[in-house]
């Protein structure tokens, strides 16, 4: 019998009613006793009396009350997936401090300051980001999770030794193709994987996780450029994304991927692994099953078959609704803040060191982006993106205002005032862009997509985020000039502080919920995810009462 029928056969078995629609006594007393259901064989076959199927319980799990899996061992899974997201806030940072250094007179690949050099050198990272992110997609579920995290560490090795090597600026350029390559691989599979493989109360944490590593990779680099020059900090970056190739190793591929791929052995053997050998998971492992089997959950192999599960509702709403979060959060200057730190620390009139102030930056956004982990599994998703869209547009129009009054009072020869106000407006943008901005989109993206194409459209959506990021990045020199930079930044805070609105309306609260009940959400099958409202509460804990199968 084929494996998928034996899969047929125990979901019919274990809901078997009698004729007055009763569960029988004796079938009723053994699921309320041991409070899951019969366990799948790792041979694939199922037990049940009355179908006569061969019957091997595990006798060492049966009357288990543990549903809750190892906290160290998903927290490990997490670290160890998302320590290549270390290496993109590296790739983020480094132009911070090289672009200073190679406009110095005595740089040995010296470039001129605001000139295309300095802008290419910054952005150009983001080109090669969005192609990562498409071929990651198709990756992602071609050669699943674990394969994909391994191989995107290869084009950021690469491109990290081009950097420390070159001899002249296309060797640079090439190398920030390449790591920016590597950081859009890295995206989409860290915080899916993660996301497959970490329970419900703590997948929003876990998979915040990733931007935790963007933040230490901006610090690492900020205070690695204040301390050497941008070869020596090129070569010790490329240690990064060679440690996280090897650590994968070690790890299993994701339960629901190996569920999706007809593998049910290796799903069990993978889950009990990231859940540790006292975790009764017959329960989670059935959910997986009847969620696959309920969706006809396979393999896409044609492209019409992709483009049509990628136009379905429950996978189109999602995308457009992270498609224009990203786009908001972006033009809110994010990235123009990371990658031109020191320059804008320099032009805003502060007596601080540009260099110190880049890494107490640095600091500030790496411990604002912990508290924001914390955060984002009590208070949600909705509450910490509208602290960052309000925060974010107040900071930058406060700071574009301070710098129109530094060129009226420079242009009228007249003493600067509250110096400390620009340093006060950039740290406040930090911190309130951190606490959702930085982390919300990017643990959405492991949450709200369809198994079937999480790979593929987390991708594309990971391409938006960066195309994004290439098109404020490298326009930003150029809006500075036009527009000044006091304009610029206003504009900023605007766009910012009209994505309130959006927000307030738009945003589902995914806090709490599985990836089985979000899917049903945007597929229209139940309407438990909030929006219209910020207030934080308590999600729903599913009871089992006595004598109810459970589901």
């Known amino acids: 019998m084929p494996r998928n029928r034996n899969y047929e056969t125990f979901t019919n078995a274990s809901t078997s009613t009698g004729k007055n629609g009763d569960i029988p006594n004796s079938e009723k007393s053994s699921l309320v006793d041991s409070a899951v259901l019969p366990k799948i064989q790792p041979s694939g076959q199922i037990e049940d009396e009355k179908t006569g199927l061969e019957l091997n319980a595990h006798h060492d799990l049966e009357g288990s009350q543990n549903i809750t899996g190892s906290v160290v061992k998903q927290v490990l899974a997490a670290l160890v997936a998302q320590l290549g997201t270390i290496n993109t806030g590296m790739t983020f940072g480094f132009s911070a401090i090289a672009v200073p250094q190679l406009t110095e007179p005595n740089s040995t690949i010296p470039i001129t300051e605001g000139s295309s050099e ?90 915040a996780f990733a931007s935790i590593g963007v933040s230490t990779g901006v610090l690492i680099e900020y205070a690695l450029g204040s301390l050497l020059s941008w070869n020596i900090c090129a070569a010790i970056s490329g240690i990064l994304p060679l440690a996280a190739l090897l650590l994968m190793f070690f790890f299993p591929e994701t339960p629901s991927y190996l569920i999706s791929r007809s593998r049910p052995e290796k ?64 033009w809110s200057g994010t990235n123009v803040i990371t990658f031109y730190a020191v320059e804008i620390f320099q032009d805003s009139g502060s007596s601080l060191n540009k260099y110190l102030a880049a890494v107490i930056l640095g600091v500030v956004r790496l411990v604002f982006t912990i508290m924001a982990c914390v955060l984002c599994r009590r208070c949600g998703r909705r509450p910490l993106t509208m602290v960052s869209s309000i925060g974010c547009g107040l900071s930058m129009v406060g700071l574009g205002g301070y710098m129109w009054l530094k060129e009226y009072w420079t242009a009228n020869h007249l003493p600067l005032v509250a110096t400390w106000f620009p340093i006060f407006c950039i740290f406040m943008y930090t911190v309130t862009c951190t606490l959702g901005f930085l982390v919300i989109p990017w643990v959405m993206i492991g949450e709200v997509y369809p198994t079937q194409v999480r790979g593929i459209i987390g991708g594309l959506t990971t391409m938006a985020a960066h195309l994004f990021i290439f098109t404020v990045v490298k326009t930003y020199p150029f809006l500075a000039s036009t527009l000044t930079r006091h304009g610029t930044f206003i504009t900023y805070g605007c766009i910012s502080l009209l994505g309130t609105i959006y927000f307030y309306l738009c945003l589902p609260e995914t806090k709490g919920k599985t990836l089985q009940e979000i899917e049903d959400y945007f597929s229209g099958r139940n309407s438990n995810l909030r929006t219209g409202s910020i207030g934080i509460h308590k999600p729903k804990v599913l009871k089992v009462n006595k004598g109810q199968v459970l589901p």
Not at 194 to 207: A, F, S
Request: aromatic fraction near 10%.
């Open 118 to 207: 300095e802008s290419w050198i910054a952005s150009m990272s983001s080109i090669g980001t969005p192609i990562g992110c498409f071929i990651s997609g198709y990756m992602m579920d071609v050669l699943g999770r674990k394969k994909s995290l391994i191989i995107t560490e290869i084009p950021a090795l690469l491109g990290w030794i081009l950097i420390a090597c070159a001899t002249d600026i296309r060797m640079i350029y090439a190398g920030r193709f390449f790591v920016g390559l590597g950081s859009g691989m890295v995206g989409a599979p860290a915080r899916v994987y993660t996301g497959e493989v970490t329970q419900p109360h703590l997948r929003g944490m876990l998979i």
């Open 267 to 330: 799903a069990r053997k993978a889950l009990q692994q990231f859940r540790g050998s006292t975790c009764n998971i017959n329960q989670e492992m059935e959910t997986l099953i009847n969620f696959s089997n309920n969706n006809n959950i396979k393999r896409l192999t044609g492209f019409r078959e992709i483009m049509s599960a990628i136009l379905k509702p429950n996978a189109l709403k999602p995308f457009m609704l992270l498609f224009l979060y990203f786009l908001i959060y972006q």
